[in-house]
């Protein structure tokens, strides 16, 4: 895999545009995130990893990726939608939450105009004074320049637990 980093000046947007969507989406600024920070043409997953012993051969598996998330804008935006409703019993009251983004780096793709981003989102949430949950995310992105300025393309996440250990997973990351 031979990547070539991007220059610094489009490093440090990216950086700060990353920066600025966990922030929207520590406020649950949704339809903001929606409509700002994501293009129409979204590509937006999360794999469930697939545990394995090392010296395991056996042919008889899981397949690789399982997803727990597997949208585009449309189910992105029922998604979103649901948190309009004021039926989503799980966010009231609402979640305090944190999202923690690190490890940010960022190469050109072969698409003019586009950027591969790898990074790791940390994200703490706690519901009422005793439920606090945290979980780590590695990220591949793909993020365009449009006259909105950066957008995000695609976004795979992978969970790096392999076992979801809260009992909604209502958030976006």
Same mark, same amino acid.
């Given at each position: 895999?031979?990547? &070539?980093?991007?220059?610094?000046? &489009? @490093?440090?947007?990216? !950086?700060?545009?990353?920066? %600025? %969507?966990?922030?929207?989406? $520590?406020?649950?600024? @949704?339809?903001? #995130?929606?409509?700002?920070?994501?293009?129409? $043409? &979204?590509?937006?997953?999360?794999?469930?990893? *697939?545990?394995?012993?090392?010296?395991?051969?056996?042919?008889?598996?899981?397949?690789?990726?399982?997803? &727990? /998330?597997?949208?585009? #804008?449309?189910?992105?935006?029922?998604?979103?939608?649901?948190?309009?409703? +004021?039926?989503? #019993?799980? %966010?009231?009251?609402?979640?305090?939450?944190?999202?923690?983004? =690190?490890?940010?780096?960022? /190469?050109?793709?072969?698409?003019?105009? !586009? /950027?591969?981003? @790898?990074?790791?989102?940390?994200?703490?949430? =706690?519901?009422?004074?005793?439920?606090?949950?945290?979980?780590?995310? +590695?990220?591949?992105?793909? #993020?365009?320049? =449009?006259?909105? +300025? @950066? *957008?995000?393309? %695609?976004?795979?996440?992978?969970?790096?637990?392999?076992?979801?250990?809260? $009992?909604?997973?209502?958030?976006?990351?």
């Amino acid at each position: 895999m031979n990547l &070539i980093p991007a220059k610094n000046d &489009i @490093y440090l947007d990216l !950086q700060r545009r990353l920066f %600025e %969507e966990a922030r929207i989406l $520590s406020a649950e600024l @949704y339809d903001e #995130w929606l409509n700002t920070i994501l293009s129409d $043409s &979204i590509y937006y997953r999360m794999d469930m990893p *697939q545990r394995r012993f090392r010296e395991e051969k056996s042919v008889k598996r899981a397949p690789a990726n399982t997803p &727990i /998330f597997n949208d585009d #804008w449309s189910s992105l935006k029922v998604r979103i939608g649901r948190y309009n409703t +004021g039926f989503v #019993w799980a %966010e009231n009251p609402m979640n305090a939450s944190r999202h923690i983004v =690190s490890n940010v780096e960022v /190469f050109e793709a072969s698409t003019k105009d !586009q /950027f591969k981003v @790898y990074s790791v989102v940390e994200l703490h949430r =706690s519901r009422l004074n005793a439920d606090r949950k945290r979980f780590t995310v +590695g990220r591949e992105d793909i #993020w365009v320049i =449009s006259e909105e +300025g @950066y *957008q995000l393309l %695609e976004r795979i996440m992978t969970l790096d637990d392999s076992v979801v250990l809260d $009992s909604n997973m209502n958030f976006f990351l």
